[in-house]
Structures are given as structure tokens and as C-alpha cells.
């Protein structure tokens, strides 16, 4: 009955897929312009962009020189589209247990270098690297009871704005989303307290 139930919403949706395992940049750009002159577009997807194929006069050179190529197409076709552009891309194998970063990325250098913003997804557990268990007691300030099992949602990059993490509540069996997840703060220690106390005295102090 769910699966009957989304299949009815999403058929009212205008939704246009370009599929094609073999389809270098230039192919999908030209797929998208056709779209956008037929019908504008309120938004672009692109997944699996370390599997993007570079145009065929690079085909044999080293990886990272096809993946510069294509960040470089990438980066025209922004600013050529009036819409967003996103790209899904993967982690590497270095993430596994591990608390997501930028650097995570495969392709992370091209790919953070044409990105306006960066969202990061991570599922904090009990168990993983202190260093992990440390980053968000010291950067979220809530129970830490109350984050495992939430799917947080980094903003690694913001060239617009500010970076930071929102938590929301996931349904692993069903990989659905749902609101903004109710934290409870974490309560302040001796250690915090004295800390404030002294920067608000060195402050009244000047």
C-alpha cells in the first residue's frame, strides 16, 4: 500500500531521466539543454559523479585529469543553467565507520573546487573512533544519547553562508526522512562554566 501510495504522488510529478552508462559530460549537458529549452527545469541531478564518463579526446589520459575536465564542464553548465545543480557523489572506502569529511569525497579535489555547498550525511553510532565521539561533543552540545541514530546532515562547504549540522529523524528499513529531530542540550560542566567565567572577566576587564 506505501509503494501505491508514493507511485500516485510521484505521478503527478514532471520528473525527466537521462540514463546512459556510456555517456560522457558532453552527452548529458546536451541532454540537459534540451530539456531546459523544451520545458525549463526547477532542478538538475547528477549522480554517481565519479562514474561520469570525460569527453572522448581524454578518455585515455590519467584519472585525475578527466575529472578536472569534467568538474571544469561541470562549472559552465552552472552558470549556464538558471537552476540548482547538484551532484551525488560517493565516498571513499577510508569513510567506512568514520565520521564523513570533505576529504572523504572520491574526486574530493575536483569535486569540492566546483561546489558552492557541500551537505554531508553521517548516522552517528555508539562504538565508532573517540576522535568521532569528541568532534560532536564539542561542536553539537547535546546529549549524546540523543544524536545515535539520527541522520545528521553536515554543511561541509558554504561558499554563501555559514557550515554546521542539523539532525533528523531516519527510518533505516524504509530510508525515509523525517522532521527536524528534538534534541535535548547538553548539560554544562565544572570545566564549561569555568571557562565562561573567564572570558566574561576578561571581557569586563577591558
Request: proline share 4%.
Amino acid at each position: 500500500q506505501r509503494v501505491l501510495k508514493a507511485d500516485e504522488i510521484m505521478s503527478d510529478w514532471d520528473l525527466h531521466m537521462v540514463c546512459g552508462v556510456d555517456m560522457n559530460f558532453s552527452e548529458i549537458a546536451s541532454e540537459i539543454r534540451v530539456l531546459q529549452k523544451v520545458e525549463p527545469l526547477d532542478c538538475v541531478w547528477l549522480d554517481y559523479y565519479s562514474d561520469i564518463l570525460p569527453n572522448n579526446d581524454l578518455i585515455n589520459n590519467p584519472r585525475h585529469e578527466q575529472m578536472a575536465d569534467v568538474s571544469k564542464d561541470i562549472k559552465s553548465l552552472k552558470k549556464e543553467l538558471p537552476v540548482p545543480l547538484v551532484i551525488l557523489a560517493q565516498l571513499t572506502r577510508i569513510a567506512f565507520d568514520k565520521r564523513p569529511e570533505k576529504i572523504h569525497l572520491a574526486e574530493s579535489s575536483s569535486c569540492e573546487r566546483v561546489a558552492d555547498g557541500i551537505l554531508l550525511l553521517d548516522r552517528p553510532i555508539k562504538g565508532r573512533d573517540k576522535t568521532d565521539r569528541e568532534y560532536w561533543q564539542n561542536n553539537v552540545r547535546v546529549a549524546m544519547d540523543d544524536i545515535y541514530g539520527k541522520c545528521a546532515i553536515v554543511v561541509g562547504k558554504n561558499r554563501h553562508g555559514a557550515e554546521g549540522v542539523s539532525f533528523y529523524e531516519f527510518e533505516g528499513n524504509f530510508m525515509k526522512f523525517g522532521n527536524e529531530a528534538k534534541l535535548t542540550p547538553e548539560v554544562p560542566t565544572r570545566d564549561d562554566l569555568g571557562d565562561f567565567a573567564n572570558e566574561h572577566n576578561k571581557g569586563a576587564g577591558k
